[in-house]
C-alpha cells in the first residue's frame, strides 16, 4: 500500500530522495485520518529547517494538523499548486509534494522508516 521509493515519519510525512533533494508530502493514512483537505500553509522558499521542525499546517474540514520536516535542511520550493488545489493531496497523496528540501544532515536518514515499517506502523 505505501511507496517501496519513499521514506516515511512516525508524524505520517513522506520523502522522496532524488537529485540531492527531498520531496515531502503526507501519507495516505494521514489524508483519510484529515478527510478533505482544504488548505495547505507553506513555508518560505530558504527558509531552513530542523528535522521534525514544524513547517506548515495542513486544514481539513475535520482539523488542522502540523507538517513536520523528514530531514533538515534549505527549503528549496513548494508546490504553489496547492494554494488553489488543496484537494490533490487527497487525490494523490503519495504523489502530490507539498515541499522540496535540499538535506544538510545525511546521518538523518537512518531515522526515517521503510515502507514496510510505516505500514506496521499504520497497521
Known amino acids: ?5 519513499l521514506k516515511y515519519t ?3 510525512e ?3 530522495f532524488d537529485d540531492g533533494g527531498a520531496a515531502v508530502g503526507i501519507t495516505d493514512f494521514a ?3 484529515l478527510g478533505d483537505v482544504v488548505f495547505v500553509e507553506l513555508p518560505e522558499v530558504g527558509r531552513q529547517l530542523k528535522q521534525h521542525e514544524v513547517f506548515g ?6 482539523a488542522v494538523s502540523e ?13 504553489d499548486a496547492l494554494s488553489t488545489s488543496p484537494e490533490s493531496v ?7 509534494w507539498i515541499i522540496k528540501v535540499k538535506p ?12 514496510t515499517a510505516y505500514g506496521a506502523l499504520v497497521g
Open 90 to 96: 487527497n487525490k494523490d497523496p503519495h504523489g502530490a
Open 10 to 12: 512516525k508524524d505520517h
Open 67 to 79: 507538517l513536520f520536516s523528514p530531514v533538515s535542511g534549505e527549503v528549496v520550493a513548494v508546490n
Open 31 to 33: 489524508q483519510r485520518q
Open 57 to 62: 499546517t495542513i486544514e481539513s474540514v475535520k
Open 14 to 16: 513522506w520523502v522522496r
Open 104 to 115: 544538510s544532515n545525511a546521518g538523518e536518514l537512518g531515522a526515517l522508516l521503510d515502507a
Open 1 to 5: 500500500m505505501y511507496p517501496t521509493d
